[in-house]
């Protein structure tokens, strides 16, 4: 099967009464926020994406997304390849389907003044909080082993008298 271009706006309300799926990609150029804070830009993403509605009649839409990246680890500064993997399941805010109404298993997606929810930024948001807090390589990849790291001595003015003592003096 090919894959397509996951377009960059929908109708979820209309899509989910049509149960439509997308199984394709976004393009690399379109993830700006995503390529500034890696080491070179991304693949193109992978994304899946289904469109429906549950037993409450909730429209929603769930899918998942992954892309090969190249951070910089923390530890060595050397570039390092990782892999993204996110799931994630939405459904529109409308006027009949408010945020307090949602469950708690679906995030709330805010609609554009044309009744869509832009596609490209929202993986790319997953993708961004997908990003690991402190990026670095496993100890064995990594060009800095844990064991040669030396941390040096303490400094002898570092090792100043307690300025306490003297009130301990003037105590007794």
Do not use: W
Request: aromatic share 6%; charged share 25%.
């Amino acid at each position: 099967m090919q894959k397509v271009l996951i377009p960059l706006s929908v109708d979820p309300v209309r899509n989910s009464g049509k149960r439509l799926s997308f199984d394709g990609y976004i393009p690399s150029k379109h993830l700006s926020r995503l390529n500034e804070v890696l080491a070179s830009p991304c693949s193109d993403v992978e994304a899946t994406l289904s469109f429906a509605t549950d037993e409450q009649k909730i429209h929603y839409f769930r899918g998942y997304a992954k892309a090969k990246v190249e951070l910089i680890c923390q530890r060595c500064g050397e570039p390092m390849a990782h892999e993204l993997a996110v799931e994630f399941q939405y459904a529109p805010i409308t006027k009949r389907q408010t945020v307090e109404d949602l469950p708690e298993h679906y995030e709330a997606a805010e609609l554009n003044e044309l009744g869509e929810v832009l596609l490209h930024p929202l993986v790319e948001d997953e993708l961004l909080l997908a990003l690991p807090i402190v990026a670095k390589h496993t100890e064995q990849d990594c060009a800095i082993k844990s064991d040669t790291m030396s941390y040096g001595d303490i400094p002898a003015e570092a090792e100043k008298r307690n300025p306490f003592a003297v009130l301990q003096k003037l105590k007794k």
